[in-house]
Structure formats: C-alpha cells, structure tokens
C-alpha cells in the first residue's frame, strides 16, 4: 500500500504514519526526518537544507526530489510505504505521480488530516522530540514520564527549532499556499480522502484505518 499524508505543521502526519507503519508493516518516510538527520550529520545537504528549514521555508523540489527517488528505490519500499511531509509543491506532485507511473506502482491514497489553526499551534508549542532516538511526546497530550527525559531511552527531550511562534506561522502560510493545488490535484485523481486530525491520537487513528479499509 502506497499513502502520502497531507496536513498543515502540527496537524499529527507524523505520529499518524507512525501508528500505520506498525499496522501495516511499511516504511515510515518522513523528508522532514531525513533532512533533519541530514542536518545533524553535518553533510553538505545537511548544510544547504538548513539554510531553508531555520526561517520555515521549503528546501528546493530537485534537492527533495532526489531524496525522494533514492529512497523508493530501496527495497524496503517494495510493498509500499507511507510518506511524510512530501509531496509538498506542484512541481514534487507532479513529477512524484510521473515517477511512479515509471515505476508502475500507482498511489493508493492520500489523506489529509484536517486540524484548526488554534490546534496545530498549540500541538507544536508543545511537542519535544528526543535528541537520542527521536520519539516523539507532547507536553499537554503524550508527557514524559519524567520531566524532559524520554520513556524509552532516557535521552533529552528537546524542541524542535523550527517550533517556534514565528516559525510556525511562516510554515503555515507556506502550506496554506502550496497545499490547495496539491489537493485539487490528488481529488482530480479520485485519490484524496480529508480525516478529521482532531481528537485523540487513537480516535483519529481508527478514521484513518477505516479509511483504508475501505479502499
Ligand atoms: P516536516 O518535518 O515535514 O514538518 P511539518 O510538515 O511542518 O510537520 P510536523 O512534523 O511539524 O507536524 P506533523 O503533522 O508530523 O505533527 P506530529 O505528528 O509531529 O518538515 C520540516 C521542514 O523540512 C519544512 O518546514 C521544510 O523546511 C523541510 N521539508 C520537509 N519536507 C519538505 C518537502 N517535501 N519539500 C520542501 N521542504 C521540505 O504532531 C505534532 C505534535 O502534536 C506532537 O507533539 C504530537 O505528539 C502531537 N499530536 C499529534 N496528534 C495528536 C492528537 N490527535 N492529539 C493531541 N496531540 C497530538
């Protein structure tokens, strides 16, 4: 099975994808993840992919393009896989959908996890990622057990640097203005479904998979 999650910063695609990739025993692919890595590795796409990612801006389409490409092409994506975070233009949707018609492995849907501004804001405010194996918690809906210190590792919870007001607010608009042809995009092709990204992570879960098991 072959899913992109759509939905502003905040909006759960992450923790979604997550939850899907236990479920359905597919890869989790996040750009997002991998040009953090990236970043913290110090390579020189981490360089170039920080210079956009601190203001909140998008990293170019061929740089994320080809990130893309090389990670369908390994062999864990065989069955399928849920991505994260991409599409996010018109130039990536379009040449995505051209590339998996070369590669004969039509998408079976996307979702797009519909969430209230007031909502995502508050959900990024809080979220803490741990510095070490990279869970993910949120101070008001998913704390630590204890204070700062991740459950499973015991690393350093930290926040995401691209979490702040200022920040989030750019990346929203980025995504208000990109996001409206991707979905006239994926709804010309009979392939988007909006969930409702509200309520608890579990309740929005269970649309998700109803979802698909609809399909
Ligand atoms: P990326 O990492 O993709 O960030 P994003 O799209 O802004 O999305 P987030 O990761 O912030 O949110 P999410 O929806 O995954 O939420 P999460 O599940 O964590 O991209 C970062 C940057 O990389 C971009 O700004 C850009 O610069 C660059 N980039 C990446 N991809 C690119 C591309 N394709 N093209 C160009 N540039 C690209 O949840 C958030 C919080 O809420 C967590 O704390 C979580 O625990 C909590 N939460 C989740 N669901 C619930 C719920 N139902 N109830 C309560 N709390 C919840």
Do not use: W
Not at 111 to 126: G, H, I, T
Not at 137 to 156: F, I, M, R
Not at 167 to 194: P, S, W
């Amino acid at each position: 099975m072959r899913v992109v999650m759509l939905g502003p910063p905040g909006a759960g695609k992450g923790t979604q994808a997550k939850c899907l990739e236990k479920e359905y025993h597919i890869p989790h692919i996040s750009t997002g993840e991998i040009l953090r890595q990236a970043i913290s590795n110090g390579s020189h796409l981490g360089k170039e992919a920080a210079r956009y990612m601190n203001r909140g801006c998008l990293v170019p389409d061929p740089l994320i393009l080809d990130i893309v490409h090389q990670r369908l092409l390994q062999p864990d994506c065989v069955p399928g896989y849920i991505l994260d975070g991409f599409p996010r233009t018109l130039g990536q949707v379009r040449r995505f959908d051209t590339l998996l018609e070369e590669m004969e492995q039509p998408l079976n849907a996307a979702v797009s996890l519909e969430v209230r501004l007031d909502m995502f804001v508050k959900r990024l405010s809080a979220r803490r990622v741990c510095s070490n194996c990279g869970s993910v918690y949120n101070l008001s809906s998913t704390p630590p057990k204890q204070e700062g210190a991740c459950d499973s590792c015991g690393g350093q919870l930290t926040q995401r640097s691209d979490d702040v007001e200022e920040t989030i607010q750019m990346r929203f608009e980025i995504y208000r203005h990109e996001t409206f042809d991707i979905k006239n995009f994926y709804i010309a092709k009979g392939l988007l479904r909006e969930i409702d990204g509200e309520g608890t992570i579990e309740e929005v879960y269970k649309r998700i998979v109803q979802h698909l098991k609809d399909l």
